[in-house]
């Protein structure tokens, strides 16, 4: 299984997705710098992991979605590659169009860091084959911008087609405002593209994969890719 | 040959000097170095380099009485950050900085560049910062601006920090209304480096190339360091000009140009471009390797037009750093520094001369010999006034006005108790992955090393009531804290960095109280073999003439072999609570005393450093040897606050046994005698017997268990009520702020 991790000037979250993905796959990933314009062949699997792409100053994940490695990216994608995006990855695939709707600030107005808890809504997919439908899992959230907004059409096309990947909760599983830190739409963590190929999600399961550093609740995200990609 | 520069008027050179706040007898001097007067660029180089905040003139002779050195000890105090070995061929390289004065101007940008500056001082020396830790002192909220500033200090290190990719994982926060006027905002960065791999500031090698990378030169901070070296009055607002502005994401692209950098052999000297800029940077590296430095001014990155040869080489524009390059070797370099897409330009070259001659449009601008500026540099021992000692309370006579339960409600609400988790919860203190205890789960933050078992533990700490009625039981105390800190998770303490915040030491009542603090802290230090590596003072913290209280910050460094035996405070249930430590009931200068009797007077409780020593060694054994579930060091609120705090962390509650008959309840609970730790065990009777062996004072608490904290019979608080009164302080007094 390849895997790609692509590094913008501003990433800063890469460090940690390599720790959590040569712990699923055994094999340290490719390392891909902003400015290369081709991925390496053979790539299974693209990862756009979190931080301030070029500062983000602009609109977050605006100038990263332009630039050309996207344009790569999204080429991969339209052949049916798998691509993850993580907070400030999740953004920029928002910002590309590769997954709808957007990230607003957060209804606080200020950056969170603490724990959350999330529902798996879909069950199934490559990126979710470990976990029971319903299963709930805790992982750290590190935004200013994680505030999914979609229109009203798009969060029904998203709901009929069931491609809610995940939604914030409490520890019980429900899905309450107070669990909803950043104020997303529908509690809305992460969600999927049609073909179930392209997820995208603000918590950072990458950074539970050890039970010293808060647990291994984020580990079932990267197994399950292993399986289905060693699969596919 | 070089031209002399175009000397000012001597009219208008002293009253520019005495405006660039050079004493009349200080500029005589540089008069006579020069042996002419100075041209306006000269002026401003000697009024920076002569600054409180670049010379240290007033404290040196104090801080010089510090232990700096342990087998463990690289680099100690006179680089840009301190210097330890924490095995696995690993140095820990790490520093505490001020940014009091520009975060007090302007809040987000000052605390902001605080941040970037202590950064850029750790990576500047070969290290990837791997956590960031501060102390934050606040004046009373109803004070004017001070929710304003507290919303600002608080947003402007989590915007620097967080984009920067580096966890902020401790701290430490007071309110006082000595601080109204002046808060403090003290950052600390933690890096690491391979210990072969330290790169210093003394240049070498003449004609070598001296190169700039970074941002660009802009106006901003212009006479930063000279605003950080005066007090403030009404005037405080006019001076946001001198105030810079931060952009972590160019600081991001900083630190891996430099690290790529430093994993080559092309660099002689480096140093950041911290407070006086290009001045300090250029004077302090050319003056170390004892070699003269020349610079053209035309090739300076400029982002504005029409800047002057002051203007460039005053200005505190950040993320620049300068250094020496092997001959020839420019161009490889360059080429890393635009993969990141960052400024790179050979300004000078390094001579024989022992001069730093400063050349702009053709004309020499400046023309200083080095070594005078550093040797003839003013240096001060500043007459000092004793504090005087504040009379010992008789616990038994003072009365306890609101019973037990009551009372620790109330302290776990107060300003100085209250959670943080306001101010944390606005931090990244995850990034990288290796964030083992976090912030409010331990007595200090734990940050795993990548690939590796070992860990480092960190922590900032200061008693300033303390240190107001007593500075050298106060400084005793905050380094003996830092310790305890460290050792309470199981860390083996190693050295500290120290950042001195204090009034105006022309006054001898200041300076009495600096003196008395370095005295105590010097003491501790050497007891606990803790030395101090690094440090910052920052002087003239007063508004209209009043002062702060004195507050030496102790940022303290350990280190774990296995990351795995890092213990927090959150209690678990049917655990055994055991006290290690003596308890006296020590009730002067406590918070029991201010937030429930309404009194500040006494003096604080002394640190027995033997005793310290012994206790800490005890409990950090019992630690490592698996014996220990949780652990919380007695601190602010004493005894009863300490099990509240762990009974809060794990949502735990605890039966505890009354108190002795020979204390009363009050002085029990909330006393604040030193050298103390809770520890929640699982065969409390093993603890005891090894703590009597050990001749370690240990005593049973009660058992771990059910809902709520009972103190005695009819006595007892929920646990959930502690937690409510405990975790709404804050965020009530910042919703107004939205």
């Not at chain 1, 100053?57 to 979605?65: K, N, Q, S, T």
């Not at chain 2, 964030?435 to 008693?463: F, H, N, S, Y």
């Not at chain 2, 083996?492 to 105590?520: H, S, Y």
Request: negative net charge; aromatic residues 6%.
């Amino acid at each position: 299984m390849k895997v790609v991790v692509v590094v913008f000037p501003g990433t800063n979250r890469e460090r940690d997705m390599a720790i959590a993905l040569e712990r699923a796959t055994g094999r340290k990933p490719v390392m891909l710098f902003h400015r290369e314009t081709a991925l390496p062949q053979g790539t299974d699997l693209v990862v756009l992991p979190g931080g301030f792409s070029y500062g983000d100053y602009l609109r977050c994940g605006a100038m990263a979605a332009q630039s050309p490695i996207m344009r790569e990216v999204a080429a991969f994608a339209a052949r049916g590659g798998h691509v993850l995006g993580v907070c400030n990855g999740f953004q920029i695939l928002c910002e590309a169009g590769l997954l709808p709707g957007a990230l607003l600030r957060n209804a606080s107005l200020r950056f969170l860091s603490m724990d959350c808890h999330m529902r798996v809504e879909r069950a199934g997919t490559p990126y979710t084959a470990h976990w029971q439908q319903g299963a709930v899992f805790r992982a750290p959230m590190a935004h200013g911008d994680g505030n999914w907004f979609g229109d009203d059409q798009t969060l029904a096309r998203l709901k009929a087609e069931n491609l809610v990947a995940f939604r914030y909760c409490e520890p019980d599983g429900r899905t309450t405002q107070a669990a909803n830190r950043n104020g997303a739409r529908d509690n809305i963590a992460g969600i999927l593209s049609p073909n179930l190929r392209v997820l995208g999600l603000m918590p950072h399961p990458e950074d539970y994969v050890d039970p010293l550093m808060g647990g291994t609740d984020g580990l079932p995200m990267f197994t399950s890719l292993v399986e289905s990609l060693a699969s596919a | 040959m070089t031209q002399a520069p175009t000397p000012l008027d001597p009219a208008r050179a002293k009253q520019l000097s005495a405006e660039f706040g050079l004493k009349p007898d200080e500029y005589d001097r540089l008069l006579a170095i020069l042996g002419r007067t100075p041209a306006l660029t000269e002026l401003g180089i000697f009024s920076v380099m002569w600054s409180e905040h670049c010379s240290y003139k007033s404290s040196r002779v104090w801080l010089r009485t510090l232990p700096t050195k342990a087998p463990w000890v690289i680099h100690g105090p006179g680089e840009n950050a301190g210097v330890i070995d924490i095995g696995d061929g690993l140095a820990a390289i790490f520093k505490m900085e001020s940014h009091n004065h520009p975060s007090f101007i302007e809040p987000y940008q000052g605390a902001a560049t605080g941040v970037g500056g202590i950064l850029r001082d750790v990576f500047t020396m070969g290290a990837r910062p791997i956590a960031n830790l501060n102390a934050l002192r606040f004046g009373a909220p109803d004070a004017p601006r001070m929710t304003r500033i507290i919303d600002g200090v608080v947003r402007g290190i989590g915007g620097y920090g967080n984009c920067v990719g580096v966890p902020t994982v401790g701290g430490e926060v007071n309110f006082h209304p000595a601080y109204n006027g002046n808060p403090l905002v003290n950052a600390m960065t933690v890096g690491i480096a391979p210990k072969d791999r330290i790169f210093l500031s003394a240049a070498a090698g003449i004609g070598n190339p001296v190169v700039y990378v970074g941002s660009k030169t802009g106006r901003d901070g212009i006479h930063g360091a000279t605003m950080a070296s005066a007090e403030f009055s009404a005037d405080a607002e006019e001076k946001r000009p001198t105030v810079q502005i931060g952009d972590p994401f160019v600081e991001k692209l900083l630190i891996e140009a430099c690290l790529e950098l430093m994993a080559t052999d092309m660099i002689v000297a480096i140093q950041d471009m911290g407070a006086a800029g290009l001045t300090s940077s250029s004077v302090e590296m050319a003056g170390k390797g004892g070699v003269g430095i020349e610079l053209v001014l035309d090739n300076v990155p400029q982002r504005e037009t029409g800047m002057t040869a002051y203007e460039m080489m005053l200005s505190e524009s950040q993320e620049r750093m300068l250094m020496i390059l092997k001959p020839g070797r420019e161009a490889e370099a360059e080429t890393i520094f635009r993969k990141w897409e960052l400024d790179f330009a050979v300004i000078g070259h390094l001579t024989d001369t022992g001069r730093i001659v400063i050349r702009h449009k053709g004309a020499v601008e400046a023309e200083i010999p080095l070594a005078p500026l550093e040797s003839e540099a003013p240096l001060y021992r500043r007459p000092t006034a004793e504090t005087p000692k504040q009379t010992v309370l008789d616990a038994s006579a003072i009365p306890d006005p609101v019973g037990i339960t009551s009372a620790l409600e109330k302290l776990v609400g107060s300003l100085d108790l209250c959670s943080r988790r306001w101010i944390w919860d606005q931090y990244d203190s995850t990034v990288g992955g290796q964030t083992v205890q976090r912030p409010g789960g331990a007595d200090a933050a734990v940050v795993k090393l990548e690939g590796l078992k070992r860990a480092l533990a960190m922590t900032t700490d200061c008693t300033p009531r303390y240190c107001l009625a007593d500075p050298e039981e106060g400084g005793r105390q905050a380094v003996a804290e830092a310790w305890r800190n460290l050792t309470a998770v199981g860390a083996t303490p190693l050295a500290i960095t120290d950042n001195m915040n204090f009034g105006n030491p022309e006054k001898p009542e200041i300076m009495g109280q600096f003196a008395a603090a370095v005295r105590g802290m010097a003491a501790a230090c050497t007891a606990l073999d803790f030395p101090v590596v690094s440090g910052n003072v920052s002087l003239y913290n007063e508004t209209n003439g009043r002062a702060i209280l004195p507050t030496p910050a102790i940022g303290g460094v350990g280190v774990l072999e296995d990351a795995a035996q890092s213990v927090g405070l959150a209690l678990k249930p049917g655990l055994d609570l055991i006290v290690i430590g003596a308890t006296q009931g020590w009730l002067g200068q406590s918070l029991w005393l201010r937030e429930i009797a309404g009194r500040e007077e006494g003096a604080p409780p002394p640190v027995d450093l033997a005793a310290e020593r012994r206790n800490g060694d005890f409990v950090r054994a019992r630690i490592l040897a698996g014996q220990v579930v949780a652990c919380h060091d007695v601190a602010d609120g004493g005894l009863l606050v300490a099990v509240a705090e762990m009974a809060m962390g794990g949502g735990i509650g605890a039966v505890l046994e009354p108190p002795p008959a020979s204390l009363p309840a009050h002085a029990f609970w909330f006393g604040e005698d030193q050298g103390r730790y809770v520890l929640a065990v699982a065969d409390g009777s093993a603890l005891l017997a090894a703590a009597t062996a050990a001749g370690v004072p240990a005593a049973r608490l009660g058992r771990s268990g059910g809902g709520d904290l009972v103190t005695g019979p009819g006595s007892s608080i929920s646990v959930a009520s502690l937690r409510a009164a405990h975790e709404s302080t804050l965020p009530a007094l910042m919703e107004a702020v939205g």
